[in-house]
């Protein structure tokens, strides 16, 4: 069936360490393809997003390449922040109708 | 423009009852999506409704429902409560039914089950 497998955990680079977190999906679809990030308290919110193979998503210095021979979607960044810090879900929507599936999440916390 | 708002945002029920969330989406938008998050489940899609139909819905069992009104409103029950039925439940809206979508979701309903 259907499915999204991201780096799971926690990732915890220091400032100015250049970061990839994994994502991949399963589907005999041809999704779009999301990142979300959630900070605490609040509900996720779109970080960036690619909607046909080839497309770079970008956001504040991520960026994320959609791989449909691979089927994969990783979010890179060259030099993260303390700011990036937060939890981050690769979404597949891999049904038509605004249904997202979400990865299990990744949590970033990057040391000052 | 105002966003997702979500009510209430906290509650504390006991098993055997039923409770509704209620969702008011961004003004215009006519898709509302519910998911469930968990430590142990994550984000999971409960159903979306468009237009007052619902379009899809997750692997939940029958006690999990909800509605659409006119304005897109919407509200999910939740019948005789269970102890895992502890979660955050988040509201997420968007334009329209294409899929392909930004879904824009609110702050969420945190739900205790004692």
């Known amino acids: 069936g259907d499915s999204v497998v991201q780096t799971e955990g926690q990732v915890l680079p220091s400032e100015g360490d250049s970061l990839i977190v994994n994502c991949s999906y399963e589907t005999t679809q041809y999704p779009s393809l999301f990142w979300y990030v959630q900070y605490p308290g609040e509900g996720p919110q779109l970080h960036l997003k690619?909607?046909?193979?080839?497309d770079k998503g970008r956001n504040k210095g991520f960026e994320a390449m959609y791989r449909k021979e691979t089927t994969s979607f990783h979010l890179e960044k060259d030099s993260v922040q303390e700011s990036d810090s937060a939890v981050y879900f690769c979404?597949?929507?891999?049904?038509?109708?605004?249904?997202?599936?979400f990865g299990a999440g990744t949590i970033l916390r990057v040391k000052s | 423009k105002a966003g997702v708002t979500q009510t209430p945002r906290y509650l504390i029920k006991t098993r055997g009852q039923q409770v509704t969330l209620s969702c008011s989406p961004i003004s215009g938008h006519r898709s509302v999506s519910w998911y469930q998050q968990t430590p142990g489940q994550g984000l999971q899609f409960l159903f979306e409704?468009?237009?007052?139909?619902?379009?899809n819905k997750g692997n939940f069992p029958g006690r999990f429902s909800g509605r659409q009104f006119s304005n897109s409103r919407s509200e999910m029950n939740v019948s005789t409560l269970e102890l895992g039925d502890s979660a955050l439940y988040l509201c997420a809206s968007s334009p329209g039914a294409g899929g392909r979508e930004t879904q824009y979701f609110g702050p969420g309903t945190r739900l205790l089950v004692l």
């Open positions: 979404a597949p929507d891999l049904e038509y109708g605004n249904k997202l599936v």
């Open positions: 690619a909607m046909k193979a080839n």
């Open positions: 409704y468009f237009s007052e139909t619902q379009r």
